[in-house]
Each structure stands twice: as C-alpha cells, then as structure tokens.
C-alpha cells in the first residue's frame, strides 16, 4: 500500500482511487522502463525508476500535507487510508491505532496483483512498496515507517508500522516543504 498526489476527481465528482492511478502509471511506466533496461541494462533502469518514484512520494506527501487545516498526526494519516483502499485494493487489519502509533497488516493486496499480472512484479516494490515511508516523511516528518515484509517480494503479509517521534500535538504546523505549496 502506498500513498500519492492529491487526487482529481472524475467527471462523477468520485475521487480516483489510488489502485486505478497505479494501473495507469504502470502502463505509462512499463515501455520507458522496458527502453531503459535495453539501453541502460536492469539495475540502471531500476535505480531511475526508483528515483523518480521516491521524489513524486516525499511531494505527494508535502502537498497532502498542506491540505491539511489542522497539521498533520497519525489521526490525519489515519483518515486518509480510504483512498488507498478503495476499489478494494488492500484487505487490511488494524492491530493499533492511537495518537502515536497506527499498526496494520495488509493480508491481500491488489497492487502487487495487479502489477504482476501487468508483467511488472520485477518493480512493483519500486511503483508501490517504495512509496511507503517517503510518502510520510514528506507529510509528517515526525512519523516513520517500519516494514519487515511485503506481499510484493513474496511475503504472506505487508506489515505497516508507523510511530511518531516527538509530541503528538502539532496545531497547525505544516512539515518543513509543506506550507504554502500547491498540490
């Protein structure tokens, strides 16, 4: 499960769900990485991609951060996950969730379904996985991610972790980046 940019709306008013930006993206994604592998060989192909996709998450997480009218906590971070869920692309159980900690184990997840079936299970952890703990460093600093596992490299679940280090009350700071940008 992975976070991303502000999302647009379809012509419905219903919020894209973060499964569909991912298929898209993929698709985008999979002849320029198919072109960089031929010209740059697979670990050079991967480390761009890598790149590319770590720098769109710490923004992403910055400008979900600035949408924010009360700064951002684990409550905020918490209320956010429908996005990621939707369409059913995560079967989640929560073990924690308070002011400091949010614990949960994804026991299915499309995204790696989808990436596999896509012929992308090569960097799916790149497209998703990866985006995990970049994402919230830039929408709260303060929180960090600890993951042993993945359903993408071939684990049974993805475990999530998230802590927050320092005071729990922000009031209306914004993480440093996060105030006054644009999504």
């Known amino acids: 499960m992975e976070k991303d940019s502000v999302q647009p709306r379809q012509p419905s008013g219903e919020t894209l769900g973060i499964l569909a930006r991912r298929r898209i993206e993929a698709e985008i994604i999979k002849p320029i990485y198919e072109i960089l592998k031929r010209d740059f060989g697979i670990e050079r192909a991967q480390a761009v991609i890598a790149e590319a996709v770590r720098e769109a998450a710490v923004e992403s997480g910055r400008q979900f951060a600035s949408q924010e009218p009360g700064g951002t906590s684990i409550a905020s971070f918490i ?7 939707k369409d059913d692309a995560v079967t989640v159980e929560v073990l924690r969730a308070d002011d400091a900690h949010y614990d949960y184990d994804v026991k299915r997840c499309r995204y790696a379904e989808m990436y596999h079936e896509m012929g992308l299970g090569e960097i799916g952890h790149l497209l998703s ?12 600093p303060r929180v960090r991610l600890e993951r042993t596992t993945t359903i993408m ?13 320092g005071p729990t009350d922000r009031g209306g700071d914004l993480p440093s980046g996060g105030s006054g940008e644009n999504p």
């Open 129 to 140: 996985c990866a985006r995990d703990s970049v994402f919230i460093a830039g929408y709260d």
């Open 153 to 165: 490299q071939g684990g049974a679940r993805c475990d999530f972790r998230y802590r927050i280090d």
């Open 79 to 85: 209320a956010l996950q429908p996005l990621w869920e």
